[in-house]
C-alpha cells in the first residue's frame, strides 16, 4: 500500500442513525484532487465527488466499465460487476463499440413517445396497487405493498413475465443487490434468474406477444444468450431502483407536504436520495486525470452519485429538498453513453405512483418516527426496508 493508499477513508461510509448522503463526502469534494478509499474487499480505489469530476470520470474514454480488466472495482469480497463473458447480454459491463449494439436495440423500447404510449397500462397498475392496498385496512407496508408492487407489475408487463411470478424475481433480486450475501447465495440466485429467464425467451420464441422480449427476438439483433442476460439485466434495473426512489420520495412527502401534487418533485426527488449512489465502478484502463488527480491505468474508481448531486457548487443547499430549483444536471441515472436507458420510465411511474397514492389516500402517514425507519445499509442500492403507514 503506498502512502496515498495509507490515509484512505472507509468505503462504505452508511450507517444506521447517519444521514445520506454520508456528511463526511462534503468533505472530500473540498479537498485537493480525489478521495483515496479502500473497499471491504481490501482493493483501494479512487472516490470521485465533485459533480463536474463525476461526470467527467463517466464519459472519459480512458476510463472503462469493463470488469474483465485488470484493477476493477468489487465492492465487497461476494459482490461483483458481472461481465459480459460471464453473462453475455449484460451490456451495462462492455465499452463502446460493443456497446452501442445493445444500447440501439433497446432504445426504441424507451423513448419518450414509447413510455407516453404505455401510461394508461402503468396507470392501471398503480390504481390496482392501490386497491390492494386499501383493501387490507388502515395501516400497510408502503415498501412491500405499494413501491415494490408497481415497478415491480410494470417491468413484468414490459417483459411478458406473468404477474405470478413478481415474488421470485423480488426474492432473488435482493439477494444479489445486498453487499452482505456470500458467493454462494448470489451464485444460485443469479442461476436461479437466468433458469427463468431463458424458460421465458424459449416460450416467447414459441408463442410471440405484444412484449419487449418477443420484439427483441423478432428483430434477430440479439442472440438467444444475449437476450438472456439482457433480460435479466432489466428484470433486476427495472425494479428495485424504482421501488427505492418511490418509497423514500413518500417519505419526503409525507415529511414535506407543501409539496404534494407538484409536478416538479420527481426529478428533485431523483436528485436528492440518489439512490444508485456506488453503481458506477470503473477503471482506468490509460493514465487519466480528473480533478486535478493522476489516476495510473489500472487503478478503480468510483464515480460517487450522490455526492455528485449534492455538490454545493452545482446545487445551493443541496440537503434542502425543494422542487423549485432547476435539478435536471443532477446524475441519479448516471451521465453519458451507460446513461440510464429507462429513465423516461422511471420518471412516470414514480410521477403516477404519488399522484395517484396521495389523491386516493388523503389521510396518509407515517406510523412511526423518521428515525425509525429501517433504511438500506447493506445494499448497494439506497432506500428502506420497509415503511409502515397508516391512514
Known sequence: MSDTDADAVPFLLRGPG??????????????????????????????VTRHEDVR?????????????????????????????????????ALDPPEHDRFRKALIPEFTVRRIRELRPAIQAIVDASVDAML?????????EDFALSVPSLVISMLLGVPAVDRDFFEAKTKVLVTISASDSERAKASEHLLRYV???????????????????????VLSVEELS???????????????NNIALGAVTLLTNPEWIGDDRV?????????????????????????????????????????AANHDENQFGCPAHFDPSRSARQ???????????????????????????LFARVPGLRLAVPVEELPFKYDGVLYGLHALPVCW
Open 56 to 92: 467527467a470520470a463517466l464519459t472519459d474514454p480512458r476510463i472503462s466499465s469493463d470488469p474483465t480488466h485488470e484493477g476493477f472495482p468489487r465492492p465487497a469480497k461476494t459482490v461483483g460487476v458481472p461481465s459480459a463473458q460471464e453473462v453475455p447480454g449484460w451490456f451495462v
Open 266 to 306: 420527481v426529478e428533485e426527488l431523483l436528485r436528492l436520495h440518489s439512490v444508485a449512489d456506488i453503481v458506477a465502478l470503473r477503471v482506468a484502463v490509460e493514465d487519466v486525470e480528473i480533478g486535478g488527480q493522476l489516476i495510473r491505468a489500472g487503478e478503480g474508481i468510483v464515480p460517487l452519485v450522490a
Open 135 to 143: 383493501a387490507k385496512g388502515n395501516t400497510a407496508d408502503l415498501v
Open 198 to 220: 431463458n424458460r421465458l425467451i424459449l416460450l416467447r420464441t414459441k408463442r410471440p406477444g405484444d412484449d419487449l422480449l418477443s420484439r427483441l427476438i423478432g428483430n434477430g
Open 330 to 356: 443532477h446524475v441519479a441515472f448516471g451521465y453519458g453513453v451507460h446513461q440510464c436507458l429507462g429513465q423516461n420510465l422511471v420518471r412516470v411511474e414514480m410521477e403516477l405512483a404519488y399522484r395517484t
Open 229 to 243: 442476460g439482457v433480460a435479466m439485466l432489466l428484470l433486476i434495473a427495472g425494479h428495485e431502483t424504482t421501488a
Open 18 to 47: 447517519k444521514p445520506f448522503p454520508p456528511p463526511e463526502y462534503a468533505g472530500m469534494r473540498r479537498r485537493d484532487g480525489l478521495a483515496r478509499a479502500v473497499l471491504p474487499s481490501g482493493t483501494p480505489v479512487w472516490l
